[in-house]
């Protein structure tokens, strides 16, 4: 609902956020709901909802700042012994500390380690290995909607664009063949198709089959190359 745009008065006027924290618990040794647990990707969630809905989670996002890995991302399996960063827990690492900011202005901990982040990002061109510069692999030019945890290179520009109109900066060119690998997915309506839901129980859909025009994958892709052209000093392509 956030995402959509829901008013979050709506849910404050229920006590939403004060039945969450009086009712629910993380699978993750029964922790308040509002503390988060050890899994970037969760965390980050629970970082941009509590600011949407007015909660106190300035502990939780300066967890970001202790768990963030020395190649500068991170990583959900950190709690396995894992060093290296992966790009969907640190996009969605991302995604929640730049909620933080937005909402609170952030701190400079939390604001170095988005820097960071982004970082780790854009040297690799949002979707190369920085050891070879070849792709991670397909699965970064498959666009599906809901997005939820999974990376792909138009779900990380969506993310650039916000943080670039947030701040005020203009796109960096590293994201220039990201840009292009989402234009060249654009069908020939000017649509972009929906790839395939991502498994997951859901209380209702959202959006089309896979194969058929996305309205939500449109909606990104369209602002996406909108912000690039208009912004970005390479232009169009």
């Not at 404050?12 to 922790?31: I, P, S």
């Not at 709690?79 to 500390?97: A, P, Q």
């Not at 400079?108 to 190369?128: M, Q, V, Y």
């Not at 129980?201 to 369209?222: H, M, N, Q, Y």
Request: aromatic residues 12%.
């Amino acid at each position: 609902m956030r995402e959509w745009g829901l008013d979050a008065s709506v849910l404050r006027e229920r006590r939403t956020a004060e039945l969450l924290a009086e009712n629910c618990r993380w699978e993750y040794e029964g922790r308040p709901y509002w503390d988060g647990e050890v899994d970037c990707c969760i965390n980050a969630w629970t970082v941009a909802n509590g600011v949407w809905l007015g909660m106190p989670v300035d502990e939780l996002a300066d967890w970001f700042v202790r768990h963030q890995l020395p190649d500068g991302g991170w990583n959900c399996e950190w709690i396995e012994g894992s060093t290296r960063s992966s790009f969907h827990s640190t996009l969605n690492s991302l995604k929640g500390l730049l909620a933080y900011e937005i909402a609170t202005g952030g701190t400079d901990e939390t604001r170095a380690a988005r820097r960071s982040g982004e970082e780790f990002l854009l040297r690799r061109g949002l979707f190369r290995r920085l050891s070879t510069g070849e792709p991670l692999g397909p699965w970064v030019g498959r666009f599906a909607y809901p997005f939820r945890w999974r990376y792909n290179v138009l779900n990380a520009a969506d993310y650039f664009r916000e943080a670039s109109l947030s701040y005020g900066n203009e796109p960096d060119p590293r994201m220039a063949d990201a840009i292009e690998m989402i234009r060249a997915a654009r069908a020939s309506d000017g649509t972009w198709l929906q790839a395939g839901r991502q498994p997951g129980r859901v209380w209702f859909e959202v959006d089309t089959k896979a194969g058929e025009p996305s309205k939500w994958l449109t909606l990104s892709g369209i602002r996406v190359l909108a912000w690039w052209d208009q912004s970005s000093p390479l232009g169009s392509a």
